[in-house]
Structures are given as structure tokens and as C-alpha cells.
């Protein structure tokens, strides 16, 4: 067969570009890429104000990879929306509810994520046993189980945060304007560290409102964890979030990040000229390190217990990396 002249042309072009360097071969796995997504939204299935399509196309046009619908009390079922929204490796919808309790004043709200059938809320004899019998009841559907905006309503302190068993995240960032988010849920997180719960905190928008916007408003697109996984899948995503192999976010991008071998490392990604700060956080909520710049490592001494990373950027924005632990030292 004889080959066109222009398509040889073509192949010297190829040759050439790729002897340059300037052509991607194609990647072999098991690559990881970062996959962002919101695990907290609410649709008129319960009070949010537009209807699960809306909700999941406005985080799929901003380039999200997944989002959970968690109603209050209600599974909003996302098959279908898969079916015409999901996209292979670059949009997905996870399973979701918000398991709404209370107790007293008090809202006891905890996410599932990974559930077939809506899963009933319990009410107990008090906060703690409230918290731990939504927790158990997640865990016993073989869902995943998240406790949301421990301040809201100031409903859970430090105390029962450190008594609740089983729990592995929870909301560090929640970007409805009244959970209380800025006033000690670090150290609130701290303390159930240092008490040796492997606890997670994930950044999520707890959105209600997509057609009206503003400060007082419970809108998108304020906190979210970017999940460092091997492709896009509810069992991947989910599994590498229990793993704490993503990081929470209001605005800092991490480029590069290592949790391994009692090794804390992150790389930032440069925004105009924004200034970066990471500080170091070990047991008790000791400041382990303060570094200055896009690049921070700390590796874990005896006696540190854990290490946690939070970065701050000059505009305010922030990036939470997930502890790792002094048993994983080797
Ligand atoms: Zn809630
Ligand atoms: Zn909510």
C-alpha cells in the first residue's frame, strides 16, 4: 500500500515533536490524579432550592469530579443521574444522605455516603450516644459514615467529639455561614487526635442555595477535598478518603503531596503573588513546625504522635492535609 506524501509529512512532524519532548506518550498505570468533589448538598428532596439535576450540573460545569446529593433523611438515589451526567474518569455522583438527628437543641447531622436505601435516624438519651447510634446504624448499612458541622448550634464539644468510636471524618470546613466553623474546631480535632481517634477532616459546602448568592447564603463552591486516587469510582474515591489520601480546601491547591513512612510533605500551587504559610500540628495541638513558602516537610519525631499540616495563603484561603501517625513510622 502506498502511503499519502502528506501523511509521511505527518509522521516526520510526530518524530520530530516527541524527539523534542512536546508530545505526551500515552501514561501507564497505576497512576493517581487528584479528583475533586463535594460530599455535602442538599436538593428540594429535602430544603435545598433547586432539583438534583441543577444541583449535580452546576458542580459538573465547574469541572468537580464528584459530588454527593445528602439529603436530610432522604437517599436521592443518583443512578439516573449517572446515567446522562456521569462521565467516564471525569464526573461522578456518590451515594448520599444526611442521617438528621437531634438531641435537646441540638442537631446531631451525620453524612452517609456508599447506601442503596435511605438508613433512619436514631434518637438517644443524650448527644454522645445520639452521635453513636447514627454512627453504628451508618456503619452497620455498610456505609460510610461522616459527622457533620460539630458547632453548629455549638452542639458538640470536645469531650463527646473524643468518646465517639468508629467515626473516621468529619467536617472541619462546612461552608454553611452558621456552623462555627473558626472558632476551635481544630483544636476540637486535635484533641480527638491526641486521644488516638484517626480522624479525617474533609471541607464540603453543606450547599442549600443555587439561585440566590450571597454572604448570608449556604452556596457552592466554598470548601472541598481533592482525593488523590487511582480513578474515578465510589469505592476508589471512597477508599482512599478513609485512608486520609486527600486534602480539604477553601481555595489552596496542593500540586504534590506525600503521608507516608512518619513523613508529612507538601508542595503548593503558586497563585499570583499569594504568600503560603504551613503550619506543623502533633499531639495535644503543639505547633510541630511553621514553614514559609510553597514547599513544607516535616518528618515525626518520638513523642510527636501524629502530624497534621494546615496552610494558610495570604488572601485567607486555606488547605487541610489529613494526620499521619507515630505507629506508622517504620
Ligand atoms: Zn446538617
Ligand atoms: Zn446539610
Known sequence: MRIPRSRIGLFLVAAAAWAAGTVRLPSKGPDV???????????????????????????????????????????????????????NDRFLLITGEEVTSQHGDAPIHVNAFRLQQTIEPFFAKDV????????????????????????FRWAIDAATLVRVQKLG?????????????????????????????????????DAHEFKRFGPERSNPGGGWIQVRASELSEHTILAAIERGEFYASTGVNIEEM????????????????????????????????????VEATYRLQPGDGYARATITDSAGKKAWVQPVFQDSVP
Open 33 to 87: 490524579q487528584w479528583y475533586k468533589g463535594n460530599l455535602h448538598s442538599h436538593t428540594i428532596n429535602s430544603d435545598g432550592d433547586s432539583s438534583p439535576d441543577a444541583v449535580a450540573r452546576w458542580y459538573k460545569e465547574r469541572r468537580y469530579h464528584f459530588l454527593a446529593l445528602t439529603d436530610h433523611n432522604y437517599f436521592t438515589d443518583p443512578q439516573g443521574l449517572n446515567a446522562f451526567l456521569g462521565a
Open 128 to 151: 454522645l450516644s445520639t452521635i453513636q447510634s447514627n454512627v453504628d446504624s451508618i456503619r452497620d448499612a455498610g456505609a460510610v459514615p461522616s459527622l457533620n458541622h460539630p458547632q
Open 169 to 205: 471524618l468529619f467536617e472541619v470546613f462546612n461552608g454553611h455561614p452558621q456552623t462555627n466553623d473558626e472558632w476551635g474546631l481544630e483544636e476540637m480535632w486535635d484533641s480527638a487526635l491526641t486521644a488516638g481517634r484517626e480522624l479525617y477532616g474533609i471541607a464540603v459546602d
Open 258 to 293: 506525600s503521608r507516608s513512612s512518619g513523613q508529612l510533605s507538601v508542595k503548593v500551587e503558586q497563585k499570583g503573588d499569594r504568600q503560603y504559610r504551613t503550619v506543623f500540628i502533633g499531639k495535644g495541638g503543639r505547633v510541630l513546625a511553621r514553614k514559609t513558602g
